[in-house]
């Protein structure tokens, strides 16, 4: 299975919206609707979309929805901050698609990629707000069961695009 993993793009600092509450703002639409371009036209197929209910992971997963075709967007508590990874792995392991997007949030994602390439939640992975990587990963989801395909940072997938 492929496993991407996206931070959402930047969010709204109004000190008035709970952490929950706060939207991506214009320039985090812009990331993500790279992150959007780059998938379409690298012809990346992403049959599964898995997104943390925070809203703006909820906004960066509906703009990549409509970049791909046939991607279903499945909401999960396992993706919110402080989650325990081995429920996400046990709701991944279940899944029969080839290809699975997570959109959450950090430190989380990288403690998935550190645990999943080395067993160990030891991360020394940093991921800048609209980051994408990949991993192969091997079902069982567990503990050194990945392999790291890539990382790119948001400026690579616009440069790559265009604006």
């Known amino acids: 299975m492929l496993l991407y993993l996206l931070r959402h793009g930047d969010a709204d600092s109004s000190p008035l919206l709970a952490d929950h509450e706060r939207p991506l703002s214009m320039r ?7 992150v959007a371009r780059f998938l379409a036209v690298s012809k990346t197929t992403i049959s599964l979309i898995v997104s943390s209910p925070l809203l703006r992971a909820q906004e ?13 967007i499945l909401t999960s508590d396992s993706l919110v901050p402080g989650s325990n990874p081995t429920k996400l792995f046990v709701e991944l392991s279940s899944r029969a698609e080839p290809a699975v997007l997570l959109v ?35 079902k069982p989801l567990q503990g050194g069961a990945g392999v790291l395909r890539w990382v790119l940072p948001v400026s ?3 440069l790559a695009t265009g604006p």
């Open 156 to 158: 690579f997938m616009q």
């Open 28 to 34: 985090g639409q812009k990331e993500i609707e790279g």
């Open 104 to 138: 959450g949030h950090e430190p989380l994602l990288s403690v998935l990629i550190s645990i999943l390439i080395s067993g160990s939640d030891a991360s020394h992975i940093e991921l800048k707000k609209g980051s994408l990587v990949c991993l192969a990963v091997q």
């Open 60 to 72: 960066s997963s509906a703009i990549i929805q409509q970049s791909l075709q046939n991607a279903e």
